[in-house]
């Protein structure tokens, strides 16, 4: 053991020293077995801060323990997940029956073990440059329920150093922050300038502003500030009211690093932008020395983020297909507040899922938000908790009123937006398959209470209505027997299926695999089932020919 939890000896100094009095690793010495005992161990001893505080108060003790190794396979590995959760197991079991005892034996100068609630063990297998490993990465898994989470990394000798780095951030809540473009003289021709970058590290609070727009995977990389020279002395520290947090180069020993170190402690203060898409700048943070030390801030008053993306950016295409005063409606009818009582939070959650089941998000993607006047009364009443009968009766008309239009060949395509109407009897009949299968979704969705249940049935039997074969469709069935051939991909017809369809559960990729026709398995290879085990040998008669020959 290098040090205790011991205040004095958490420091870097207190460890080199250490570690040149070990010296080289001695044939015989205890491997990596006795070092990860030794420091699931060490989670146990109490330190000084959890022992100076009362017996009563109950606080979580929980730990992370980075095991450096060499494994052959991944069974090596196992082996050393088994030996910490045993050592865990008979830790914990000595801490519970010394707990009892020392409420009674206060007296006592020796610390009681801890019990250790979570432990997030990270084994790093190094490998040599050139040498193929047998061992895999495998991501952080919880076992001993969820007591101990075990995280394995492959990493070469060289990769070592920066991958501790990287693992030090999250532990210490830290963020690393890429200042780009620094303009620096160069020493063999002062006249010319080469603009460098500097990594450096601080607490993660720093980045509060910027990672609010930024998604998990964003969050973990570097942030890139870029340098904005400074026109005095000042530069932008006179904006920075608010916190201050401590910054060290990551690479101290690199030149573009004690460069920046020395402009900073010479008295001047840098603001740092972030890089803006549309030009322009922006200022978010600024780096000064106090105190010998320096020091990065978020400037007051001013916003860190990026011209918000355009909506034709993500899904849905155009900017003017979104329905954005119905979704600016929507929002308004579900305002979220707390509310006094048991399951307030259960309904709340229940009445946004039945309002968002069924909510198209673009005008080209759906008909019965389109229809206006026709189907104003029953998208307006259903999405209702509960509905009178005089409600009831007023959707049932407004479906009957559906199924006279249906049954004249009529579609109301004055309502509709030109990109959207149709001339064509298929193009009306695609239409109205598409405008029953969005009432059921919508009514389906909304169907909790026994008045939605009874106007579902009512839609069903009008959709079912006009679902019995005509002459027409059953001259297509034979055209398309007569068509269609047995190499032909399914579904490469008139499509008769999608009218019972629903057009709200749309199939993900794992069903189209699984639905997704498959050729008869073909019978196996008639040496292989003769060889078993064995390697099949092609052609064995030629081989016995031969050697009757011979």
């Not at 080289?24 to 030794?38: H, I, M, S, T, W």
């Not at 088994?82 to 010394?98: C, E, G």
């Not at 075990?150 to 070469?156: A, F, G, K, L, M």
């Amino acid at each position: 053991m290098l040090n205790t939890w011991a205040v004095a000896q958490q420091n870097l100094t207190h460890l080199l020293n250490g570690l040149c009095l070990v010296g080289p690793v001695r044939r015989g010495a205890g491997g990596d077995v006795e070092g990860l005992v030794a420091a699931i161990e060490a989670l146990a001893e109490p330190s000084p801060d959890q022992s100076s505080r009362p017996a009563e108060r109950h606080f979580q003790n929980r730990g992370r323990v980075i095991c450096i190794t060499s494994a052959r396979d991944n069974d090596s590995i196992k082996n050393l997940k088994d030996i910490a959760h045993n050592t865990i197991v008979q830790i914990n079991k000595k801490a519970s029956l010394a707990q009892p005892a020392s409420t009674s034996e206060s007296t006592s100068s020796t610390p009681q073990p801890l019990v250790i609630h979570y432990c997030h063990i990270v084994i790093i297998n190094v490998t040599p440059e050139n040498a193929e490993t047998r061992v895999t990465n495998q991501p952080l898994t919880e076992i001993a329920g969820g007591q101990i989470g075990v995280e394995v990394i492959v990493s070469r000798a060289s990769a070592l150093a920066n991958l501790l780095g990287r693992l030090v951030l999250p532990h210490y809540k830290l963020a690393t922050t890429t200042v780009t473009g620094i303009p620096m003289k160069e020493e063999q021709n002062a006249s010319s300038s080469a603009n460098y970058d500097v990594e450096i590290i601080h607490a993660a609070d720093a980045h509060a502003g910027l990672r609010a727009s930024q998604t998990p995977a964003e969050a973990l990389e570097s942030v890139v500030l870029r340098w904005w020279t400074p026109r005095g002395a000042e530069g932008g520290a006179g904006g920075c009211c608010g916190a201050l947090w401590r910054v060290t180069p990551a690479d101290v020993a690199s030149r573009p690093s004690a460069c920046l170190v020395n402009f900073l402690l010479n008295g001047r203060s840098v603001t740092l932008e972030v890089p803006r898409k549309g030009g322009g700048r922006s200022a978010s943070h600024v780096l000064a020395a106090q105190g010998g030390e320096l020091w990065i801030g978020a400037l007051g008053g001013r916003t860190p983020y990026d011209d918000p993306p355009a909506l034709s950016e993500g899904a849905g295409g155009r900017v003017t297909d979104y329905r954005i005063k119905e979704f600016g409606a929507l929002m308004q009818q579900n305002r979220l507040h707390p509310m006094r009582g048991s399951g307030a939070n259960a309904r709340a959650r229940a009445r946004l899922q039945r309002h968002t089941t069924y909510w198209p998000l673009t005008i080209s993607s759906t008909l019965i938000f389109n229809l206006g006047s026709v189907l104003e009364p029953l998208t307006r009443l259903v999405v209702q908790e509960t509905l009178t009968d005089e409600e009831v009766e007023t959707c049932r008309n407004v479906l009957l009123s559906l199924l006279g239009m249906e049954s004249r060949h009529e579609f109301p395509t004055a309502q509709l937006p030109s990109n959207m109407r149709g001339k064509s009897s298929g193009r009306r009949e695609e239409q109205w398959r598409q405008v029953w299968g969005e009432l059921e979704a919508l009514v389906r969705a909304h169907a909790a209470a026994p008045q939605h249940r009874a106007l579902l049935r009512v839609l069903l039997d009008c959709r079912a209505h006009n679902n019995h074969p005509s002459d027409g469709e059953s001259r297509a069935t034979v055209i398309r027997a007569t068509t269609d051939s047995p190499l032909s991909p399914v579904g490469a017809g008139n499509g008769a299926s999608s009218s019972t369809g629903d057009v709200w559960a749309p199939r993900n990729v794992l069903d189209a695999l699984l639905g997704a026709p498959r050729p008869p398995r073909r019978p196996d290879f008639a040496g292989r089932m003769a060889a078993g085990t064995r390697v099949a040998t092609l052609y064995p008669q030629l081989q016995q020919d031969v050697e009757t020959t011979h």
